[in-house]
Structure formats: C-alpha cells, structure tokens
C-alpha cells in the first residue's frame, strides 16, 4: 500500500513564496515518476511538475521559472517550490505518483496510460490579490 502525504498549503498573497512537501514511506517510482497535480474550482485537473527517476524533470508552461520541484536524496520527501505566485495559482494541489507514460518516462516505459497510480488527499492552496 502506497501512501502519499502532503502538507504545506495554506494562503498567501500574490507575488508571495510557498513550499508543498510530500512524503512516502518508500520510493519505488523509478520508471515513472513523481509530481503535483493542482485542481481550481470549475477547471479540470493539470499536470504542474513531474521529476522522474533520473531527475527528468517537467513543468507546465504557467509555472516555468517560478515552481520548482524537487527530491530528497532518499527521494522520500518530493517538494514543490513555488515563487512569485499568482491568483491563478490558487488550487487543491494534489502529490502522485507512477505518472503516465511519457510524462518523465519513455515511450515504452511500464507506466500508466492516463491517470497516476497513487494520489495524495491534496492540500489547499489559496493566492490572494
């Protein structure tokens, strides 16, 4: 049983820094991957960053060159640094695991079709103006 905890959310005010962590009690993600999935009210569920095993790493293009996600060296502890954020960042973030086929793995890797493997409850976070 995998299980991904989050924690960091909270508010802060546009232009403003935040940190979200997650936490797994072991990695075994190698071929496909981890990141941080956000969910706005009314809008569908996105892919903000990825890092693979080999420290492939995504981002969707909103948040290039202000989010940065990272792993700790046992790679138990996956974070997201967020800078500079926006009132459009404002979401229920969500830590996975097992990414999609292609998303930081290659085209034949043994990795889901659509959807992550293994999801975190989410945590809150709010960008005021």
């Known amino acids: 049983q995998v299980e991904l905890v989050e924690s960091g959310g909270g508010s802060v005010q546009a232009g403003g820094s935040h940190k979200l962590s997650c936490v797994v009690d072991?990695?075994?993600?190698?071929?496909?991957?981890m990141g941080w999935y956000r969910q706005a009210p009314g809008k569908e569920r996105e892919l903000v960053a990825a890092?693979?095993?080999?420290?492939?790493?995504y981002y969707v293009d909103s948040v290039k060159g202000r989010f940065t996600i990272s792993q700790s060296n046992a790679k138990t502890i996956l974070s997201l640094q967020m800078n500079n954020l926006e009132t459009d960042d404002t979401a229920v973030y969500h830590c996975?695991?097992?990414?999609?086929?292609?998303?930081?793995?290659?085209?034949?890797?043994?990795?889901?079709?659509?959807?992550?493997?293994?999801w975190g409850q989410g945590t809150q976070v709010t960008v005021s103006s």
């Open positions: 996975a695991a097992d990414l999609p086929r292609g998303v930081v793995s290659g085209p034949v890797a043994p990795c889901p079709r659509q959807f992550p493997n293994y």
């Open positions: 072991r990695y075994s993600f190698e071929a496909c991957g």
């Open positions: 890092i693979g095993g080999d420290g492939t790493t």
